[in-house]
DNA sequence: AATCACCTCCAAAGCGCTTTGGACAGGTTT
DNA sequence: AAACCTGTCCAAAGCGCTTTGGAGGTGATT
């Protein structure tokens, strides 16, 4: 049943029909009515294609999932924020365009998901340190915010970024002031952006305390369990192991936490973590009340919330200048961390 | 730029330029050379929308982001699926539309993503059992393929499962064969048709031995590494505790390693475990060659993959028979499961 | 020289919607 | 009574593509 058919069936023109449907006010209440119950019995609904020709407006928005680096390993932060983006998105009827992208297909799949007129925009996830993503979406004229930023020039376009190196900063000051002073880093691939902020973060802090960082306690990796296990275990076992560890991701942690229980520490006593909790809905740090590890918490489902709405503002008025929205993560303190051990 | 300036520049008709774009006989090899160099250096892209509405293919599929229940839990292997299922997609230019949709709302957001034309199929997930959003897809009339299946009428649609009744009876066979008689089973929400199954299984394999399943070492929740550890540690303070665990997911087997570490015992040694293993890229399960827990494994970026492969066949052919694939996931024996200890 | 087939190209009709620019009736104002 | 709104509706022109049904020109066949 398209828009012919129902006008037909009703005795009425294309336009009126169509008038009735959208809201507009040269039709009278009479004839709306018995529009809107026709439609509604036929289960009329209009065809998005055609709408989106002809208003020139797709009602939907781009966003590339970020494979990292050659590993293909899935961001898993991505299904957390893309439920908080097409949560909020869904609000104004907007959908989510989905493509993914090898690293040397990017600059394609970028290209025709504008202009093939399939989206009014788009979301950038996981910029890396030089992203030149940012410059291609620029000169294609499209709108689109980022997920995080890129060091250079993040005026001239929008972003919703978590304020990591205030995060990495804070966490680090609160193992400071337990008297920690070999402070362990396991931080994220550094060819992201955000893991650069972070260990500048977590470098400021210590040198505003007078204190130096040691290179063998600090690693980047991808994120895993794995990860955080092995380089724990590594760490724990130097001549001056670490007497507390700063990690990037929850899975991170966890991985630290079983090194430090395989060894017979204790977390908390012996050894304490803090972590950065994006607060995936999967991975809970224990209970609202009650939470595992003492983390600096920024749920990414709010960014995939925000993003969207500023994408969609975007949307609407092209020409304002670039919106950004720096979020402060929250320090929630939990049993993971505590005093440094006196020797 | 559109295919009309196109034609215009180069002095040719829409129907020339379009033809020798998309490759059809009736053109001359020379002129479309000559459009091909045109097209490239104009960086024409034809408008999808205003193709789809010509050819009737909207070269897109639908995808709804399932939400847990009321949890508002997003499927930690959401992320891992659409990967394999974008991937095969890429490979024939077909896009994913997302929605979200809360359980209320599932039935309006499946409805209106098909009629509006934006897709031409759909990939259902996490069917619930007896899920009547089966019901609702064959209504509609649209091709569509459901990762998982409900128990009921499964020859009627296309599916692609995991065979989760055959790996849990094979796990819990290689307990069994490791002499354990006190078996736990952590399983997933059995709202999902896939818990059901898996218990089956279970359930089975313990039977086809002659003893029976203690209810009060079965369990089933979200899951998560929280519910691991929380029940594991219950399990093991009871007055007769389980040597081994069978769980749902690595997270599951993750929160029963830490449960079983802060009571003293060593894994696969004092207590076994074995686990369901979704291949999630950011969740290994240690190194290829060296797995942490015993598993059954069966990457859900395949299961993406296959999905993928099949809707899009069915896409071509909707009239042939349902196709269903179902999968063995492979058992990978780690240090995590071992003899049963004697008394 | 006429016929035929073939190759290369084109004009125009859709696809299903929105939107512009009236048309027509009825009531108000001058 | 003429002029003017105002409210309600419509015909038709796009949006940018694909595809049908020829048209015109060339060379081969009779």
Redesign the interface.
């Known amino acids: 049943m398209n828009l012919k058919d129902l006008a037909a069936s009703l005795g009425l023109s294309q336009t009126t029909v169509s008038r009735a449907l959208n809201g507009y006010p040269e039709v009278s209440e009479a004839t709306r009515k018995r529009v809107a119950e026709a439609a509604r019995q036929h289960?009329y609904?209009?065809?998005?294609?055609?709408r989106?020709?002809a208003t020139g407006r797709?009602m939907?928005v781009g966003?590339v999932?970020p494979?990292t680096a050659k590993?293909?390993?899935?961001?898993?932060v991505?299904?957390?924020f893309?439920?908080g983006a097409?949560?909020t998105l869904?609000t104004r009827g907007y959908?989510?365009?989905?493509?993914?992208?090898s690293e040397e297909e990017q600059t394609n799949v970028y290209?025709?998901m504008l202009?093939?007129?399939?989206v009014d925009g788009m979301i950038m996830q996981a910029p890396l340190t030089g992203d030149r993503r940012i410059q291609l979406l620029k000169d294609l004229g499209m709108p689109f915010v980022v997920h995080g930023r890129v060091s250079d020039h993040d005026d001239e376009y929008c972003w919703m970024d978590m304020d990591n190196r205030h995060a990495f900063h804070e966490a680090t000051d609160h193992l400071l002031e337990f008297g920690h002073e070999r402070i362990a880093l396991l931080n994220g691939m550094e060819a992201m952006d955000f893991a650069h902020r972070r260990r500048d973060g977590f470098l400021d802090a210590l040198s505003e305390r007078g204190l130096s960082a040691d290179p063998e306690i600090m690693d980047s990796a991808?994120?895993?369990?794995?990860y955080g296990y092995g380089a724990a275990c590594r760490m724990l076992a130097l001549p001056a192991p670490p007497t507390a560890f700063l990690t990037s991701s929850l899975?991170v942690a966890?991985g630290v936490?079983?090194a430090v229980?395989?060894r017979g520490l204790r977390m908390g006593l012996d050894i304490s973590v803090v972590t950065h909790d994006d607060g995936?809905?999967?991975?809970?740090n224990?209970?609202e009340d009650a939470p595992?590890f003492t983390a600096t918490r920024s749920p990414v489902?709010v960014h995939g919330n925000i993003c969207a709405e500023t994408l969609m503002k975007l949307i609407d008025a092209p020409q304002t200048p670039p919106h950004h929205t720096k979020l402060k993560a929250s320090l929630t303190i939990g049993p993971s961390s505590g005093p440094a051990p006196t020797v």
Chains 1, 2 share one sequence.
């Open positions: 289960g609904r209009p065809d998005s294609r055609a989106s020709l797709a939907a966003l999932l494979m590993q293909e390993i899935v961001n898993p991505f299904s957390d893309v439920a097409a949560e869904a959908d989510i365009v989905l493509s993914l992208a290209r025709s202009s093939k007129g399939r991808v994120m895993t369990e794995q899975l966890m936490q079983r229980q395989a995936l809905s999967y991975l809970p224990g209970s595992i489902r």
